[in-house]
């Protein structure tokens, strides 16, 4: 009875496990891209994180470009060029910077919102393999287990019920937009939802990964 019990709770462990991680996920929750854009491949992307915390930025463009690169294409981190966003109040300035960047298209990402969610989780009932139970030599029936094949069914599992609860979510919201050089044209925008990411950089990371694969089936990047 007890290695039944520990195996149950084992098996518990296991469903709360893959509950919680089925909600830790970064979705692309609206996107857009214009349909008309007739302009050649964006070749060379400058990345701009405008984030309040700079060592988040600089993460955020290094894993953008990082991704960018990977897949043959080019980029090029806006911290390299100007370090702090503050000091850039000027579109002189900025379109100074990405002249020297030498990038055919800007991407901008910005943090829009931190939200607190609360989720009703409703009530659930698992089968948990019993493991042990109905499988020694019974009485009736067709052999194995106790009362034939019957009991040897009954005894393979135990339901386990789990009340609803309610449980509070973080969300991360970013907006992400693109532009196309020299017409300054928006062709691609989204915004992307993380809950429950365990890290900063888990956000970003599965941010980036999102945005490049819909920019390039949108026929954006190669």
Known sequence: MKFINKTIRTMLMFVMLVSITACTSTTLATRWNDTEYKGPLLEKVLVVGVMKDDIK?????????????????????????????????????????????GADSVLITTLKAVKKEEREVAPRVDYVPTMGMGMGMGYGGMGMGYGGYYGGYYNSYQTVYSPGYTTVDTVVQLETRVYALPTEDLVWAGNTESMNASSADKIISETAGLIITDMKSSGLIK
Do not use: N, Q, W
């Not at 600089?58 to 911290?79: C, L, N, P, Q």
């Open 57 to 101: 930025r600089r993460y955020y463009e290094d894993e953008f470009v990082k991704k960018i690169k990977a897949g043959g294409r080019h980029a090029v981190t806006s911290y390299t060029l100007m370090p702090d966003l503050k000091e850039i109040d000027d579109k002189e300035e900025l379109v100074a910077i990405v002249k020297k960047a």
